[in-house]
């Protein structure tokens, strides 16, 4: 049973600040139609721009993911996105007062709570899931990430952090699938080290930051006049490091919190490939950085098997629906100038054909006889008597028919067809046939890689004595 894309009842605000900018941002997520994902809109800028949440807009990763559009930037929206899909939730529009997200408590959790307050509901259309058929790997040597996705029947994701340090060790994380974010994965706030805050300090960087947005992890004897400079810095009367290397009075709530955060990153990151995944997420020192190199990477695949899969699926061993003799019943051509062998698949708007090419065809005696090349005029006509198949089976006595074709556009060669190569053309209506007028758009493949495009439009008439009607120039 197929599941149903999602989004929200009612739009929900909520306001923070940025954990960089340490501006005052209000956030609200509006319902949004079937397929359109996510989309972030500033609606403090002139015109209200839309930046769509895409890998391929992604521009830092330094201190959270980055995106940007004509110019326009949205900082920091990973948890944004996780409690998203966390929540299954399928498309939503995201406006934004400010460049940056707010950081909230640095989890997922607040956004969490505010989606669930607006309510999700099913749409009238079927989730579109991207599903792997093979592994896929990612490595960066230098910060040694590793992540590799496998095939699953849900989105799974397991995660191990070791940064060297005593104070954090080696901690893993695993989720099961999507049900158990809310639960199990979006409380889990951020982390940094001492050492790597006090340079953010140095830069002018997390304005927005405080003890209570964020898990400082302490890795070395803090002096007391660093602890009063902390003191100050965050506003806190009292800082100290309690339990294990943890800056304040900071609990966790798992004794693995960093790694699930690291998890709650991916799921967040993750969905900038723009559909929800079935796969199985492995994960060694993710970072923002590495995970969106690896949606990139998804992308690519669900591109490369989108194109693949526009390319028809055709047993040439098959018997055939039509074969040569059947083909002569219906097209009045005859050798040399029939160049369909059979018709494999007829539908009412499409049609698939194949010519076997061999040395022995007459256009190539004098059409580079020394490196013979199948002039494109006759792929042209291949693919129009194809086309002819599919319009005079539309007629219940196609013999009694003539197709002159009136009009050819959008002709590409893209490889050279030589003997030996078997072409199978594929053409579909563009329009319903209406008053003996077909427009239709053809591809012509050689061992599944398109060789050359176009799209007809042609005109069926009824012939009384088609024996001795004289042809025109452009009949196909």
């Known amino acids: ?77 990973e948890h944004v996105l996780a409690a998203l899909r966390g929540l299954e939730i399928d498309n939503c529009l995201i406006q934004v007062d400010a460049p940056e997200m707010p950081i909230m408590d640095g989890s997922s959790i607040k956004f969490i709570e505010a989606l669930e307050a607006a309510e999700k ?42 940064y060297n340090s005593e104070v954090l060790g080696t901690q893993h994380a695993s989720m099961y699938s999507l049900k158990e974010f809310k639960n199990e994965i979006a409380k889990c706030r951020t982390f940094v080290f001492l050492r790597e805050l006090e340079m953010l300090l140095q830069h002018n960087l997390i304005k927005g930051g405080d003890l209570d947005n964020a898990i400082v992890l302490v890795d070395s004897e803090l002096p007391k006049e660093k602890l009063d400079h902390l003191r100050k810095v965050f506003h806190k009367e009292n800082v100290e490091v309690k339990g294990r290397g943890v800056l304040n009075n900071t609990k966790l709530h798992y004794y693995n919190e960093p790694a699930r955060h690291k998890l709650l990153d991916i799921v967040g990151d993750l969905a900038l490939v723009g559909r929800p995944l079935k796969i199985h997420v492995l994960a060694a020192r993710p970072g923002h950085a590495g995970n969106v190199e690896f949606a990139k990477k998804i992308k690519e695949l669900i591109k490369k098997e989108k194109k693949e899969g526009n390319i028809p699926k055709i047993d040439l061993s098959a018997p055939p629906m039509f074969n040569i003799q ?35 065809e007459e256009f190539f005696k004098g059409h580079f006889p020394d490196e013979p090349v199948m002039p494109g005029v006759m792929l042209i006509e291949a ?56 427009h239709m758009k053809g591809v012509a493949y050689v061992n599944n890689k398109p060789v050359m495009e176009a799209e007809m439009l042609a005109h069926i008439e009824k012939v009384r004595n088609i024996d001795k009607k004289v042809p025109e120039p452009q009949n196909a």
Request: net charge neutral; charged share 25%; proline share 5%.
């Open 1 to 77: 049973m197929s599941e149903k894309q999602c989004t929200i009842k009612k739009a929900v605000s909520l306001t923070g600040v940025g954990l960089h900018t340490g501006k005052k941002v209000t956030i609200t997520f509006n319902p949004a139609p079937v397929n359109h994902w996510y989309k972030f809109q500033r609606t403090d800028i002139e015109g209200h721009p839309i930046v769509e949440a895409d890998a391929d807009l992604v521009v830092d990763t330094s201190r959270g993911t980055t995106l940007e559009k004509n110019g326009v930037r949205i900082y920091t929206m």
């Open 121 to 162: 509901v099913e749409q009238d259309a079927d989730r579109e899931y991207f599903e792997l058929k093979e592994n896929l790997t990612y490595e960066d040597p230098v910060k040694q990430v590793e992540m590799l996705a496998v095939k699953q029947d849900t989105f799974r994701a397991t995660v191990m952090v070791d």
């Open 326 to 360: 059947d083909i002569m019943k219906i097209l009045p051509h005859r050798q040399p100038m029939l160049l369909i062998d059979k018709i494999m698949d007829l539908g009412p708007e499409h049609v698939v054909g194949v010519k076997n090419v061999t040395l022995n």
């Open 383 to 438: 693919m129009a008597q194809t086309g002819g198949i599919l319009v005079l089976k539309t007629v219940p006595d196609p013999e009694n028919y003539q197709t002159y074709f009136m009009k050819i556009d959008g002709v590409k060669f893209k490889q050279k067809v030589i003997p030996g190569d078997t072409i199978v053309f594929c053409l579909d209506l563009l329009s319903p046939i209406r008053r003996g007028l077909c």
